[in-house]
């Protein structure tokens, strides 16, 4: 789990310890963190997982019927 405290927001270090290793964790997590405050709270974490299934549907359009 993400949230290793259980504090209902996830830590830049927290997201580090998980998705550290993606080449572009900290882009996502800063779009993800959009009030800035260097946490990512439920709201912001539902908001920025359904940018990322916009973008996969975007990708499926492309694949042909």
Do not use: C, H, L
């Not at 405290?5 to 997201?15: K, L, Q």
């Not at 310890?17 to 080449?23: C, I, K, S």
């Not at 439920?42 to 549907?57: C, K």
């Amino acid at each position: 789990e993400v949230d290793a405290n259980n504090d209902g927001e996830i830590s830049y270090s927290e997201a580090q310890a998980v998705f550290g290793q993606e080449p572009d964790f900290d882009e996502r997590f800063n779009e993800a963190d959009s009030n800035n405050d260097g946490k990512v709270n439920m709201t912001e974490w539902e908001d920025a997982d359904s940018d990322d299934d916009d973008d996969d549907d975007d990708d499926d359009q492309n694949d042909g019927p």
